[in-house]
T-cell receptor, first 110, second 113 residues
Framework: QKEVEQNSGPLSVPEGAIASLNCTYS??????FFWYRQYSGKSPELIMS????GDKEDGRFTAQLNKASQYVSLLIRDSQPSDSATYLC??????????FGPGTRLSVLP | DAMVIQNPRYQVTQFGKPVTLSCSQT?????MYWYQQKSSQAPKLLFH???????NEADTPDNFQSRRPNTSFCFLDIRSPGLGDAAMYLC????????????FGPGTRLTVL
């Protein structure tokens, strides 16, 4: 069983719509959760971190965490073509290791 | 600005010819990581240093070695690159602490001919 799972996509949304990206994880002891954006040929860029149950908002981005369901999501409001990228979910469990999901490719259509 | 720097950004080597990739950081983070990322895949952790302590992942091939001479620098040595080692190599840093994030350098794209 994969430790961190994401739908690979592609997820296509029209410009201005809300994009919803989902991630599930297997380790109930996980404490820290991160969303990275990765453009093709570039390195991952941290966009959100969340540590407690509930919502965390930063501009157009909202991260949601439900530890009971082992589920973390990222909402992107007013999606722009520049948001088109692969979104990686990462979970930190034991020690210093961060476990990455396979990523969801998002395409925002003009 | 504090940052993670990787050199070179692009590296071409020949099959079997040793290559060294470098990473430096001005963040003064005590943990440094090396990841391998192939197209459309998640970053795969090769190893990490917690201060001077080296932690190798169980499935990292012996062909991959690392050195960390000081807090700021970390090197990835590929002793005999094969065609399957062509990938993006990502260096990342992290300051120990439960709620601290991990920051990535720009990566080195390795091509093996």
């Amino acid at each position: 069983q994969k430790e961190v799972e994401q739908n690979s996509g592609p997820l296509s949304v029209p410009e201005g719509a809300i994009a919803s990206l989902n991630c599930t994880y297997s380790d109930r002891g996980s404490q820290s959760f991160f969303w990275y954006r990765q453009y093709s040929g570039k390195s991952p860029e941290l966009i959100m971190s969340i540590y407690s149950n509930g919502d965390k908002e930063d501009g157009r981005f909202t991260a949601q965490l439900n530890k009971a369901s082992q589920y973390v999501s990222l909402l992107i409001r007013d999606s722009q073509p520049s948001d088109s990228a692969t979104y990686l979910c990462a979970v930190r469990n034991y020690g210093q290791n961060f476990v990455f999901g396979p990523g969801t490719r998002l395409s925002v259509l003009p | 600005d504090a940052m993670v720097i990787q050199n070179p950004r692009y590296q071409v080597t020949q099959f079997g010819k040793p290559v060294t990739l470098s990473c430096s950081q001005t963040l003064n983070h005590n943990v440094m990581y090396w990841y391998q990322q192939k197209s459309s895949q998640a970053p795969k952790l090769l190893f990490h240093y917690y201060d001077k302590d080296f932690n190798n992942e169980a499935d990292t091939p012996d062909n991959f070695q690392s050195r960390r001479p000081n807090t700021s620098f970390c090197f990835l040595d590929i002793r005999s690159p094969g065609l399957g080692d062509a990938a993006m190599y990502l260096c990342a840093t992290h300051r120990q602490g439960e709620y601290n994030e991990q920051f990535f350098g720009p990566g080195t794209r390795l091509t093996v001919l």
